[in-house]
């Protein structure tokens, strides 16, 4: 299994990013997927969950509207487009599979989000 997470990087306050996350190794059409973020000295967080047909999501209040997740099953690809980006969403993003809590017990190295002026 390989989750990889792509697309950070350093944006000012209102800008937009647009994360990534292909996966590997598993049948991943049939499950719910997440994104996730953590800040040092802070527990990893749900952000936002996706279910295996894309019909259905959720988001932490912290994100509702202003990021969407989506997902292309064709591509084995997940993605996180952030909005209005804030200093409070600076992270380290990461995916897992998984629609309540996150199934891979080890995670990828996610993708660092910096939101600076």
């Known amino acids: 299994v390989q989750l990889v997470e792509s697309g950070g990087g350093s944006v000012q306050p209102g800008g937009s990013l647009r994360l990534s996350c292909v996966a590997s190794g598993f049948r991943f059409s049939a499950y719910g997927m997440s994104w996730y973020r953590q800040v040092p000295g802070k527990e990893r967080e749900l952000v936002a969950a996706?279910?295996?047909?894309?019909?259905?999501?959720k988001y932490a209040d912290s994100v509702k509207g202003r990021f969407t997740i989506s997902r292309d099953n064709a591509k084995n690809t997940m993605y996180l487009q952030m909005d209005s980006l804030k200093y409070e969403d600076t992270a380290l993003y990461y995916c897992?599979?998984?629609?309540?809590?996150?199934?891979?017990?080890?995670w990828g190295q996610g993708t660092q989000v910096t939101v600076s002026s």
């Open positions: 996706i279910n295996s047909a894309g019909l259905s999501t």
């Open positions: 897992n599979r998984g629609w309540e809590s996150p199934y891979y017990p080890s």
